[in-house]
């Protein structure tokens, strides 16, 4: 295990982020966790993950919620150690953990209602010709126990207590959290957080465990542990394909959903920029900077029609990528990596530098960066569409709407594409909708993809190699149909079917009955 | 292309079912495919995914519907063939031609209906604090085109037409089949019935094209084709598995849904073996038999608490066996792989031979096999729970209802697990279920697995490795999910959104509204 070790016993490593702000290690390190961990959590999950499945939904509920409560219980001292861990505003850092909460009790919500379940009766019809029908109730249960790995740049949202753990436990999963090395001391806050839940919750230990490790390696015999049902993953192309690859060779394949790589086109129309180009040039400027560009869904490619208006674009956009002052990034690491992406694009041969940020005046930070290329240019090199994490973006100018289509059938899978269109460009839209569809996950009108609702409707997902598996989503409600397979009971006697597929429905939930929603 | 060829023409090879009744080739044989099939096939599929999955719910199920007409139009025609490529009987033919009818009948009920487009709006909320929030609009389109490896063993019901083309049709995928080498003539009649659904209903050809090839090998081809982004197949562990693998080390994996190996457990609980063990001994046979015991859903395996009543279930069971007329199996390979299966059996030296059928009188009837083996002999050697395909299955002793739960454990994921019960078991049976739920897709009391409803509720799936995908089922409405994926939009104008999410619901569809199912 890892407790939060306040000095270090001897045959012990430890693990200590970096402060970006300052390039110094953090006190107090975590200890590192080894194979033997490994073993020891899956046993105690694949122990608890009968126990926990067959939990009440109000218990189930209540556990999550119990969870976002523990978490506003650690106080300053989880949003100080989050700051120092990744050099993040505290407002940026307070709304963070909001969010994560909120998603917590949106996920209670979900268990409470029981839909998932996604309960079906066909009754017995006794009577039917040529033979009679049998009786088939149908009803979710969870996978089994889910490895998550966090990502960096979400410390809270897309960590410990995140969108994949929040699912993989309201589907009625247990959940092994492989901590991201970025934010040890956070994981650990957040990790503590959940076992008081599971405590007070009177669960299984096994219900949560958390690895620590400096380098890959663990993260391979987690998710070939064959107790391991399913994975989660948000981070690197690189990294996710390898966890697919690792799943399918198990003697037991299982799902790995990972959350990889995107550009998010955004694709400015003619009357769009015609009316507006300035100010959808500052507003993409705020979107390209927010969070120093650390998100997945940060606008790295912009599509622009040719014109008065789209210099008009470039002139906003150049202007509120010039003035702003430059933000830490989140690990050193990182920002090495964003140098090196945006040294590429600034010595390509075809590429020219449209707009950089404000000098860094602190040792990682990112200094914002827009870039063009013509269009014959974009479309011969591949590696163009290559994402750079960070406040990086590139430009490429189409002669007209009508080229949109040949640009995005060059381009991989998408998390969002945004469009900026007003009236007059509707009738290109609807030309161009199939096309996005089959690209992304998430298409958007006016505003940028960087902010993600957790909602019902929300696709946080897309073609590959936006993620692994593009009949899914990470964020929003049906993210817990990943962690769910259905069981169908034949002619059970009512007294051994579980309540949600009894006569009289006592959990008074929504079924499809002969095919028809109904809450009787 | 694969005509039907009446003739054979230079340089085109054939292929040619086998009678497995007098094991000789079956006229006319069916134009061999190449890669260059492949390609043309994977092309015309991409370019008509788009037309084909904006087609209106209404004149999608119409083509279904009128595949279904197009089948019954094909006669005798049909099931002349289809008799002689299988040794199927007439009544089991015509049988299976109404349910693959049904089948498609039902997924164009599903379309229509709607709800399998998921369909979400979370309304705006401009006033929210402390952000406003947008408004955000769900719906899943088709994946793309889907490739189709039919099962020899319905070469109606799970083959060219059959559940995994009918529901990939109906989620908007194009559709190329790789026809089973048993029943080529079969394949092709149905393909032709598709065609001219596809021609009477005015859609592109490329949404369905199908391959003929004598061994694997064009497979693999068809799956790691780019323009192929989902699999179905079933058939062998094996082969299964192979698929699994190929699409996983795919520039872009995509996902295989294999249904390959069950052995079905049969629980014998005490009461219902004291009360009825003779009768449910019979009826076991019979099930055992059906269809040359050649269903996936096969009872293989028979664990019985210790007793007279399990005498008497053997009892039943024996008659039924001994006294039963051999059948025909569908190839001389099956036939030959049956042969070796049972001779494994037979010479195992912790297993007896409990019964055998009739003397085969035929060049490939399969005679029955019943064999017991002790608990501790079946613990000790995981082979003794292969799959046999045939009418061969083996009998365990088990001191009392309570040892069920140490034998599950040791087993591998299962389609179905029946149970024999009567009121006073029941106690036992509530013990049981959470191991029983997790081993299979699907459980049954007093009855067998071998009729498998076309319903709602069903779910003919399970745990690795009766399937590569636990959360899905390749029969039952719910088939349609493995080729949908959900796609949001982001505060799109009404006129740009699909009918499905517009305000006012003009399909009349059931969706979430605000978290609530609503038909406004």
Known sequence: MAPFFMG???????????????????????????????DRLCAAAAAAFRLYRNTSLESRAVFLETIAAEIMETGDALIE??????GLLRTRVEGERARTCGQLRLFARVVRDGGFLDARIDPAQPDRQPLPRVDLRLRNIGTGPVAVFGASNFPLAFSVAGGDTASALAAGCPVIVKAHPAHPGTSEIVAAAIRAAITRCDLPEGVFGIL?????????????DPRIKAVAFTGSRQGGLALVQAAAARPEPVPVYAEMSSINPVLLF????????????RSFATSLQTGAGQFCTNPG????VDGPGLDEFIAGAVAGIE????????????????????GRFASHAGVRTLARGGEPSGPHEAQAALFETDLAGFLADGHLQDEVFGPSSLLVRVPDAGAFSDVLAHLEGQLTIALHIDEPDHAAVTTLLPVLEEKAGRILVNGFGTGVEVA???????????TSDSRTTSVGTLAIRRFLRPVCY??????LLAPALRDGNPLGISRMIDGKIAKH
Request: hydrophobic share 45%.
């Open 301 to 304: 490619l912009v599509l622009g």
């Open 81 to 86: 150690r989050v700051m120092a861990e990744t």
């Open 8 to 38: 270090a016993p001897s045959m012990t490593a430890f693990i200590h982020a970096i402060d970006p702000k300052i390039g110094k290690p953090i006190d107090p390190g975590i200890a590192l966790s080894d194979e033997d961990d490994v």
């Open 323 to 342: 003035g702003a002052t430059p933000q830490t990034m989140l690990t050193p690491g990182i920002h090495a990596a964003y140098d090196r992406g945006v």
């Open 490 to 495: 034949q002619d059970l006697p009512q007294t």
């Open 212 to 224: 620590f490790e400096k380098r890959t390696g663990l993260g391979a015999a987690l998710v070939t």
């Open 270 to 281: 003619p009357a769009a920029l015609a009316g507006r180009g300035a100010a959808i040039g």
């Open 456 to 466: 019902d409707a929300m696709v946080h997902g897309g073609p590959f190699p936006a």
